[in-house]
């Protein structure tokens, strides 16, 4: 997901959204662990996300708007 579809969300809509990317790279760690896990570059997916939602949801606290 792009930064700028993310900076449509609310903070609470973030949050939680941060929540349930957090526990699919939980997830997917479990998988890569089982040698389940089919495609590796999803793990780096949803760390680049989980980065974008943190970058947005802190720039909101020190007031940066873009």
């Given amino acids: 997901m792009k930064a700028v579809e ?3 969300y ?4 973030l949050k939680q959204m941060l ?3 957090k526990r699919k790279l939980l997830d997917l760690r479990f998988q890569l662990e089982m040698n389940k896990l089919q495609n ?3 793990i780096k997916l949803v760390k680049r996300d989980i ?3 943190k970058t947005i949801l ?3 606290e020190l007031g940066i708007r873009r």
């Fill in 6 to 8: 993310l900076q449509k």
């Fill in 40 to 42: 590796h570059s999803q």
């Fill in 19 to 21: 929540d349930d990317l």
């Fill in 51 to 53: 980065a974008r939602v």
């Fill in 58 to 60: 802190r720039g909101r």
């Fill in 10 to 13: 609310t903070d609470e809509e």
